[in-house]
């Protein structure tokens, strides 16, 4: 288990840009970022293993990108052109075992959210 901070949500309008920051009081395998948005389930934004590379949903489009610092031990996630459907709950996870950006199976820390809202 591992203590997750998150900060860098807010408010910002269409095709604008926010970077949402998550911190660990540990370095786990993977941290990722995962949201709940209005309508849908939690859904995988992000994921990034020790020594690999990020894996992103497939909504991200290129539009985000994610960056780890093994020795802040933060996974940072640069959100630029976002839309209203970006709008939700944004939550930082980590696993010691898995990776997987497509299911939130395997996760075990979970941050408390921070709050994502894009107007038009």
């Known amino acids: 288990q591992v203590q997750l901070v998150e900060s860098g949500g807010g408010s910002v309008q269409r095709v604008g840009s926010l970077r949402l920051s998550c911190s660990g009081d540990?370095?786990?395998?993977?941290f990722a970022w995962f949201r709940q948005v209005p309508g849908k389930g939690r859904e995988g934004v992000a994921s990034?293993?020790?020594?690999?590379?990020?894996f992103y949903g497939d909504f991200v489009q290129g539009r985000f990108t994610a960056s780890r610092n093994y020795v802040k031990r933060t996974l940072d996630l640069q959100m630029d052109n976002l839309t209203r459907e970006d709008t939700g709950m944004y939550y930082c996870a980590a696993s010691s075992t898995v990776c997987r950006v497509h299911t939130d199976d395997g996760y075990t820390s979970w941050g408390q959210g921070t709050q994502v809202t894009v107007s038009s």
């Open positions: 990034f293993g020790v020594g690999g590379r990020p």
């Open positions: 540990s370095n786990m395998y993977c």
